[in-house]
């Protein structure tokens, strides 16, 4: 039978290192497959970073396994996150089964005062910058207040409250109290995955990419020499765009270590477009397909409206907004006289707190992900004759 692979992790401080060996024998001699630094993981060799390579043992583990307590470890400016943040991130991104310990002192003043502090403060930001605070904003105020033990790292507190944050539970960690990892364990089902062979299929997606590629260049190349006049009917024009525009994932990047899934969002369901009109100095509505619906015309001096703030951004500027009450981000796209939007479901997941932490992230994704079309539309919409 196949063994259970665990991964320990926490940070390499000495109050943890008899927990972490204590516990590595004991999954061990229970039949597992624990994965440790100090065991059996390290030394790699110099040219390979040891940092991904743990992310690459946390992604191929069934179980992880953390242990926290004062300290946060190494810091990486690049991710904005520690070590050990990031293989618990990977854990959760990678759907693995996580199981965390955290000292019962440190937890009980995380609920009484770290967690009241970053809540405020969160929320002042949001507020006063419409943004949630960097991780060295965050950090910077906890290491401000007397009231925090200066012994716990600022940064333990906010990777509890990410934690919090994404519902996992937290166990109580109490030293000199060993755990029972025969009881604890038992109910546990071990995940895995199957890999099949397909060579096949792989090779021909290759070459359909290929033929693409050439396809894109072709037109590419020969959309710019053409004189076009505007569609007398738009309607099926963007009926053809908003067929082509799937859904998919939003991925959040922790600099060149690893991605986090942040969200989904379904496939486009309406598109409307609007061209500038010189004598009167607004947005008219060309066209639109789909159950979205927009007005007739737009003024150059709104501030609410999406379609003049992409315009007014200037040619080839693209923009993802969203809003909360439809659930929908709208990918808005300037060409010329042209604006175009896309009408995005967004997944079950987002709200306006979560968009205004992965903004970045979605546009992002959901530009980046349909490349061609949005090249194509920009091509089309720019060579229309005014």
Request: charged content about 25%.
């Amino acid at each position: 039978m196949p063994k259970t692979k665990i991964f320990l992790s926490s940070v390499n401080e000495d109050g943890l290192r008899p927990l972490r060996q204590h516990t590595f024998r004991e999954l061990h001699g229970l039949g597992h497959e624990p994965l440790m630094w100090e065991e059996n993981l390290g030394p790699w060799p110099m040219h390979v970073n040891p940092v991904v390579k743990c992310l690459e043992a946390v992604a191929e583990s069934d179980i992880y396994l953390l242990f926290i307590a004062t300290k946060a470890g190494t810091y990486y400016p690049d991710a904005k996150r520690t070590v050990t943040h990031l293989e618990f991130i990977k854990a959760c991104d990678r759907g693995k089964t996580v199981l965390v310990f955290a000292d019962i002192e440190v937890k009980a003043l995380f609920f009484g005062k770290a967690k009241p502090r970053i809540d405020a403060y969160r929320e002042h930001m949001k507020l006063e910058a419409r943004r949630y605070p960097e991780p060295e904003e965050l950090l910077a105020m906890l290491a401000g207040h007397d009231d925090l033990p200066k012994h716990i790292d600022p940064y333990v507190w906010f990777f509890l409250h990410d934690m919090m944050t994404r519902g996992v539970f937290m166990d109580d960690l109490r030293h000199g109290v060993p755990v029972d990892w025969r009881t604890y364990l038992s109910d546990l089902l071990r995940r895995g995955t199957i890999l099949l062979p397909m060579e096949s299929s792989f090779l021909a997606n290759q070459r359909r990419v290929e033929l693409l590629d050439e396809a894109y260049q072709v037109v590419s190349d020969l959309v710019p020499m053409l004189r076009m006049a505007p569609l007398a009917d738009w309607t099926v024009f963007l009926r053809h765009i908003v067929g082509r525009m799937d859904g998919g994932r939003i991925e959040h990047r922790y600099g060149g270590f690893m991605t986090e899934t942040a969200g989904t969002y379904e496939a486009c369901v309406a598109a409307t477009l609007y061209r500038y009109d010189d004598e009167q100095n607004r947005l008219l509505y060309a066209g639109g397909s789909g159950s979205e619906a927009g007005p007739a015309f737009y003024s150059l001096s709104r501030k609410d409206s999406y379609v003049v703030l992409t315009y007014n951004m200037g040619h080839g500027a693209q923009a993802v907004y969203f809003t909360d009450a439809k659930r929908m981000f709208y990918c808005c796209i300037r060409s010329g006289r042209y604006v175009l939007t896309l009408h995005i479901p967004s997944g079950p997941s987002w709200n306006a707190e979560r968009f205004m932490l992965y903004q970045e992230s979605v546009i992002d994704g959901i530009i980046n992900k349909n490349p061609y079309m949005i090249e194509f539309i920009k091509m089309v919409l720019g060579g229309l004759q005014s």
